[in-house]
T-cell receptor, first 114, second 116 residues
């Protein structure tokens, strides 16, 4: 049982390049989330998907787009990377609103934009 | 706007000591308060959580104390061990109803180092 799997684990981009971070969960969870982690800032929500077919902005959505491809997969896209997007990105999932409130996190993607 | 404020930023304790991390929140709609533990290179993992209808929850060496009137909650780690060295995040979530869909609001994190 893999839980939440993120790819890639590490990535270096040049300013202006684009890339997609992939996330997949095998727990049949309804809700999925993308967070970024920066020193002294904790984890901040970028986008979330309450259920398949829906997505909504979180606290820091600017510069990002997401796609809930199916129930298992939730991707995060950077269209034109900026140095301010250097961060560690975490995908998480949970069963759904009001149910099994624990959120499970992937191991993270460390992104550096130069 | 930081809705959950966590302190201290870093903490060093000796093996066998008590580690205490504090959090304060602003949104009275929060009704679920988890603590996450994160080891280097790993994602956060749920450690212990509490709902505001109880003032304390204990699981092994880990205890959450909750003060609803003060809008504060804290994590106590008794008999701290070097293996407890990690980053700890408090969080808050509005879990029932509404359109929040379980979005976690995190504190800034505390780096705990337990010396042998």
């Amino acid at each position: 049982n893999a839980g939440v799997t993120q790819t890639p684990k590490f990535q270096v981009l040049k300013t202006g390049q684009s890339m997609t971070l992939q996330c997949a969960q095998d727990m049949n969870h309804n809700s999925m989330y993308w967070y970024r982690q920066d020193p002294g800032m904790g984890l901040r929500l970028i986008y979330y998907s309450a259920s398949e077919g829906t997505t909504d902005k979180g606290e820091v959505p600017n510069g990002y787009n997401v796609s809930r491809l199916n129930k298992r997969e939730f991707s995060l896209r950077l269209e034109s990377a900026a140095p301010s997007q250097t961060s560690v990105y975490f995908c998480a999932s949970r069963a759904g609103q009001g149910m099994n409130t624990e959120a499970f996190f992937g191991q993270g993607t460390r992104l550096t934009v130069v | 706007q930081q809705q959950v404020k966590q302190s201290p930023q870093s903490l060093i304790v000796q093996k066998g000591g008590i580690s205490i991390i504090n959090c304060a929140y602003e949104n009275t709609a929060f009704d679920y308060f988890p603590w996450y533990q994160q080891f280097p290179g790993k994602g956060p993992a749920l450690l212990i959580a509490i709902r505001p209808d109880v003032s304390e929850k204990k699981e092994g060496r880990f205890t959450i104390s909750f003060n609803k009137s003060a809008k504060q909650f804290s994590l106590h780690i008794m008999d701290s061990q070097p293996g407890d060295s990690a980053t700890y995040f408090c969080a808050a979530k509005k879990d029932a109803g509404g359109t929040s869909y379980g979005k976690l609001t995190f504190g800034q994190g505390t780096i705990l180092t337990v010396h042998p």
